[in-house]
């Protein structure tokens, strides 16, 4: 009906089956998950270590920033929180995982 078109197709014999090789098949998939380690789950554990650690070498008196971008001084260091001084006589309770950047000494003082 339609072979003035399209010509038609007739089947030919199949090629002897051959297992194709396990590995050939899933190597792009290794590839995948490789490329997935290094450029994506790698960078962010790095990362996760390095805010961890910055976390534990907070001391009463740093100065640093919080996620909401509050800048204030540390007076007291409890076990998840920290009591964080933003003015004179204003001291708020956050989370020790609010903490952005800890500044250097004397930044606060040029604000």
């Given at each position: 009906?339609?072979d003035?078109?399209?010509?038609?197709a007739?089947?030919?014999?199949?090629?002897?089956?051959?297992?194709?090789?396990?590995?050939?098949?899933?190597?792009?998939?290794?590839?995948?998950?490789?490329?997935?380690?290094?450029l994506?789950?790698?960078?962010?554990?790095?990362?996760?270590?390095?805010?961890?650690?910055?976390?534990?070498k907070?001391?009463?008196?740093?100065?640093?920033?919080l996620?909401g971008?509050?800048?204030?001084?540390?007076?007291?260091i409890?076990?998840?929180?920290?009591?964080?001084e933003?003015?004179?006589?204003?001291?708020?309770k956050?989370?020790k995982?609010?903490?952005?950047?800890?500044?250097?000494?004397?930044?606060?003082?040029?604000?």
């Open positions: 009906m339609l003035f078109i399209f010509s038609p007739f089947a030919q014999a199949a090629a002897p089956a051959t297992p194709p090789n396990a590995l050939v098949q899933f190597a792009p998939l290794v590839v995948l998950f490789v490329l997935f380690y290094f994506l789950i790698r960078p962010q554990m790095k990362r996760s270590k390095e805010q961890r650690q910055m976390i534990e907070i001391a009463k008196g740093d100065e640093l920033v996620a971008g509050l800048a204030g001084k540390v007076v007291n409890g076990e998840l929180y920290l009591t964080v933003v003015a004179d006589g204003v001291n708020v956050v989370q995982s609010a903490v952005t950047s800890v500044l250097p000494k004397g930044t606060l003082k040029t604000l």
